[in-house]
């Protein structure tokens, strides 16, 4: 069965430090894109991080770059995504999701979307 | 930054058609994706590239994308199709996800 599953979610005090987990199962975990979306309580959806199956490349929204940092461990076939300095409009439910592309010799990329989510896990940025 | 609009609410009888837009800029030259959630649950992809529905989808959910709005549309709608659903598009230009504010659907 494929498979995400989050974990490390927990309070933490504004400017404080967390480390959250995505374990993947059932898939080639080297062979896919993948991607942390968050939800704040009552909003949307709002795209965090992605990466690269290798980890050459990664993307942020602007409102958490240098401070979230997304990488992976292919043999371990898991995701991380390190929040430093989190502030109070951090605190969502985090999920891990399979980020499904691929490219073409040309180097052009086709994008069907975000297949497959972990159940998420939370996060709450209070004093 | 690129910007998806959907309605934040729509309603509709059992039975009858569900139609969800998602209005962005030239939203028709980007491949558009629908997610489903439902209440504690996370999202389950029902769209992809525009009007593909993944195994597992209904039939009844089906996807247009032209010009300046996507639609996402569910026939014969039923009670457990309730649920909030999101656009999704990747921003080429920023190189970054861009999801819509979400549309709440109401099987009344």
Known sequence: EVQLVESGGGLVQPGGSLRLSCAASGFTFSSYWMSWVRQAPGKGLEWVANIKQDGSEKYYVDSVKGRFTISRDNAKNSLYLQMNSLRAEDTAVYYCARDVRFGDARGWYYYYGMDVWGQGTTVTVSS | ?108
């Open chain 2, 1 to 108: 930054s690129y910007v998806l609009t959907q309605p934040p609410s729509v309603s509709v009888a059992p039975g009858k058609t569900a139609r969800i837009t998602c209005g962005g800029n030239n939203i028709g030259s980007k491949r558009v994706h629908w997610y489903q959630q439902k209440p504690g649950q996370a999202p389950v992809l029902v769209i992809y590239y525009d009007s593909d529905r993944p195994s597992g989808i209904p039939e009844r959910f089906s996807g247009s994308n032209s010009g300046n709005t996507a639609t996402l549309t569910i026939s014969r709608v039923e009670a457990g199709d309730e649920a909030d659903y999101y656009c999704q598009v990747w921003d080429s230009s920023s190189d970054r996800w861009v999801f819509g504010g979400g549309t709440k659907l109401t099987v009344l």
